[in-house]
Every structure is written in C-alpha cells, then in structure tokens.
C-alpha cells in the first residue's frame, strides 16, 4: 500500500503570508495526487486534481507542484478564509490514500 | 442541482451490521467511479472503498477488507457500503463521494458502534 507523508501536521501563519504544505508518497504515483480543503463541520472541497490542475472556481492563490513521490501545495497570499486544514490524496492505486492532514492556523 | 445524501448511519453494537445508501442527483452518475471516505469526529479523512462505473473494479482499506462490501445501482443513481462485522474503531461519519471533474460529495452519515 502506498503511504502519503503529510508535513507540517500544523503551521500558525498571518494573512498574507505564503504557505507551503508538502506531501511524500511512499512509492512513485504519477501525477496521481489531489489536495482538499476542509472547515470544521462541513465535507472536504478538492483543491488540486492531478497535482497542479486548479478545480474549477478554486482561487488562483492555490496551486500544486511536484511529481513522482514529492508534492506541494502552495497558497501564495494567505486568505481570512483559508484557515483550514488540507489533506493529500493518492488515487493511483487501491488502496487509496490520505495524508495525514496540515491545519493551517491564525498566528 | 447535484444532489449527493447519504444515509444509514446509526447506533449499533459491536459484531452487528449496517447498509449504508447513498443517493444521488443532478449528475451522470453511471459513469463516474465513486467512493466511502470516513472520519473520526476531530481526526483525518480516512478512505474506505471505491467502485468503478461498472463496478468491475472495487477496492478496500485493508481496515475494512473482508467486513465491508460497495455496490452500486446505475439505475437507481445510488451507491450502497454494506458493513458486517462492525467494530468501535467504525465509529465515524460516512461521506460518499464522487470521483468526477465536479467534486461532489454528501454531509455524511453517521456510525457509531458501542454497546
């Protein structure tokens, strides 16, 4: 089963400020990665598709990079609405899998 | 509109079962792949299972493997989590989730095993 390493687990960031959240994927998966975004209480909200495609209506403030078992997430300019907390998924193969999650905190 | 509501969830005791459905709307259903996530109140997003459009290609967490059975209905636009053998470390909130362009996902159900 491929594995997906999620760092930081948390980050304390201000409005404004460029935030980079990193997942490491166990073995080789493509360009087979996602990333959600989740607030308390409702269902997650994909981001990412196929590591750098932007879903539509998502914000151009958020972007995905990387290839092979290194991705990043990046949001350029911090929003008051983007305190979340983000997760990675690999859909290369069964079993799929999540990364451990990164929330994202007002500093 | 899409619609994606799940339901099913409940309490239930340890060793006993469950079917969770889902229901869906305003999409086409019967060519997508769709899949459980579940998630434990305060903790990460767990997959559970997925199914392919016509169901020749299912897969399992291996926490859920030989307990737990997905299914779908093309007809009926629905997606069903039959759960055997249920254990406390189920306990969790069950989204059923479309994997298609749009991202379409449920509020969830919610299990909970205890006796």
């Known amino acids: 089963d491929i594995q997906l390493t999620q760092s930081p687990s948390s980050l304390s960031a201000s409005v404004g400020d460029r935030v980079t959240i990193t997942c490491r994927a166990s073995q080789g998966i493509r360009n087979d990665l996602a990333w959600y975004q989740q607030k308390p209480g409702a269902a997650p909200k994909r981001l990412i598709y196929?590591?750098?495609s932007l879903q539509s209506e998502v914000p151009s403030r958020f972007s995905g990079s990387g290839s092979g078992t290194e991705f990043t997430l990046t949001i350029s300019s911090l929003q008051p609405e983007d305190f979340a907390t983000y997760y990675c998924l690999q859909h290369n193969s069964y079993p799929l899998t999540f990364g451990g999650g990164t929330k994202v905190e007002i500093k | 509109e899409v619609q994606v509501v799940e339901s099913g969830g409940n309490l239930v005791q340890p060793g006993r079962s469950l079917r969770l459905s889902c229901e869906t709307s305003g999409f086409s259903f019967d060519i997508y792949a769709m899949h459980w996530v579940r998630q434990v109140p305060g903790k990460g997003l767990e997959w559970v299972s997925g199914?392919?459009?016509?169901?020749?290609?299912?897969g399992y967490a291996a926490s859920v493997k030989g307990r737990f059975t997905i299914s779908r209905d093309n007809a009926k636009n629905s997606l069903y989590l039959q759960m055997n053998s249920l254990r406390p470390e189920d306990t969790a909130l069950y989204y059923c989730?479309?994997?298609?362009?749009?991202?379409?996902w449920g509020q969830g159900t919610l299990v909970t095993v205890s006796s």
């Open positions: 196929a590591t750098n």
């Open positions: 989730a479309c994997d298609c362009a749009g991202d379409f």
């Open positions: 199914i392919s459009w016509n169901s020749e290609s299912i």
